[in-house]
């Protein structure tokens, strides 16, 4: 249901793709165009336009700028207003909504996210790129940027979250890259599957980096070595049985944690930031970036269904 508009509130701008084919992005689109005096809106055709769109805004020293989207959207709003003093505004509309978890922003009602923007309060993230491109969650090379690459809309369609399960299933049998991780202090590590968080979450509610925090300046970094890649492939075996065990052993990752980094591998390596694929590349370089990003974002985490939900299910 729409509220009463009210002509004291403030009007944002709000990026959105309207193309958007889950149950959940035409019940975002609804909430948007009911609540359309709350908002100018900017309907996007490209991840390139919503860049570019969020640049200009910034640009023109716009206070506020939403990302109402999946965390796709998310990252490419990122990318445009990084450097900016512009503070990001959250409708999370996708499906895993990874960075709104992570900073506590309701995911199941964009009503209540938006209340969140309206109260004002504000969080310092840290934002960090990949060979250039910005990322607020994590990012990834090899392996998981693979499955994003080669599992088709349709089998997520069709499949939903197991669609990455069976394309990483299939992928854990070929023969996995090389890769030479070099920290700032000049320890040297080989891999072959490296995760990078800036925050602690990946893929969901899974908390994954366990030491992570978003406004400290450092990367966490999980390096996989060949021995973790059977690891993995046993894990997902789980995941598909419906039990997950994620007990790696202390030989088969490396957890670290550090401002840079860089990587070299035997052979192009797909790459992704915030879930989207970047580029195939066989130099990676991990930087900081001078500026955080302003979010909105509530001091305490508001209980959500979902939270509710797992707190019913869960035994611990
Ligand atoms: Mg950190």
Redesign the pocket.
Known sequence: MSETPSEDLPRYPLILNPKAKSERGKRALNFVMQNATRFVIYATRSREESVELARELAKKGEPVVIAAGGDGTLNAVVEGLAGSRTILGVFPTGTMNVFAREMGIPFDQLKRAMEVIDAGEKKMV?LFTLNGAPFVQMAGVGFDAQVIEETTWQSKKRYGPLSYVMTGARLLRERPPKLTITTPDGQEHEGVFILVG?GSLYGGQFRFFGQ?????????IVIFKESGYRMVLESLKGVARGGVDMQFPSDSMVYL?AATLRITADEPVPTEVDGELHDRATEINFARSDTKLEVFAPAEPLPSKWTDFLKMIRPW
């Open positions: 840290d800036n992570a925090d978003n406004a400290d300046q450092l990367l966490d944690q």
